[in-house]
């Protein structure tokens, strides 16, 4: 099992903000990330402790192979870790955007689109807000209008939120993290983004963001759905699914006594992510030692296709990934 050092990024269009677990401060107009785990180039997660303490996760694939990704994973993405793990935390309304898939990507030079799903975690102030789809029908055309005039907000379906609220959002959904959301996020290997509009803001220097409309109007879904919230029935100590798609499937798990979870049938890798209080997990792995961790909220851990079980013990709750 694995755990690595988390990336910790601020980008513009944030606030003042420290990411819980972290320890994060971030300086005015920022938005926190911290990437847990990551085989984006440039941006890639180093393991932090144990034999293999300092190598890079995508090194971590060329060495472990079917072994830690799964003998399917590893057909499909050869040496390429294929999730991207992060906790956001938004001060300020991040950019409308959209993210093309796989097709669309590929078109533009791009190994892959994205598509994501967010979990909200506790807020980081009373009145959290998220943009996920879009609420009426409109045309390329009146996209192109709405982007130019700023009314484009007005065609977004908005969602006050809450601690433990679920969205998929399938490339080609246009979405945004409003101010106050904290969120964990699941996606693709991919950090291929179309900004469709800004609020006119202007950076240090009196510029404005690089936007892509037109590449967006290509990657944009224009269907319309009556909800875009994922509905769950939360229940401790049992799974609950979240989303199932071709890139990951998530579930939540809330945990008040001890549980065995059985891994011995799955070829994938699984990654763990803490959402809050301590367990201690027992991991048995078919080809390694039985081997103890505390897991805590705000840790990441990555477990090898070769992982049999893991028993957890104490309270604890967490998102269980797997490709």
Known sequence: MYKFQPLLKQTIWGGDSIIPFK????????????????GV????????????AGMSLNDLVRKERERLLGNGNY???????????????ARRNLSIQVHPNDEVAQRHGHA????????????????????????????????????????????????????????????????????????????????VTYRIYDYQRRDANGNLRQLHTREAAEAIDYSVQDDYR????????????????PYFSTAVYDLTEPMLIDYADLDSFVVLLGLSGEAK????DAQAPVAQTLLRGGDTLLLPATTVSVQVEGRLKMLETYV
């Open 41 to 52: 180039e440039g941006s890639e997660s180093v393991v932090s402790e144990g034999p293999c």
């Open 230 to 245: 994922t509905h769950y029935h939360p229940a401790p100590n049992v799974p609950q699914p979240l989303v199932s798609c």
């Open 112 to 191: 892959r689109g994205k598509s994501e799903m967010w979990y909200v975690m506790s807020p980081s102030n009373p009145s959290p807000f998220l943009y996920c789809g879009l609420k009426q029908h409109i045309t390329p055309e009146q996209y192109a209008q709405m982007v130019a005039d700023g009314s484009i907000v007005d065609a977004l379906a908005r969602y006050d939120v809450s601690e433990g609220d679920v969205f998929f959002i399938p490339a080609g959904r246009i979405h945004s993290i409003g101010a106050g959301c904290f969120v964990a996020e699941i996606q693709q290997t991919s950090d």
């Open 23 to 38: 320890h994060l401060d971030l300086q005015a107009e920022c938005v926190g990330e911290s990437w847990e785990i990551s």
């Open 281 to 284: 997990l027992t991991v048995s």
């Open 75 to 89: 057909a499909r993405f050869g040496n390429e870790f294929p999730l991207l793990v992060k906790f956001i935390d």
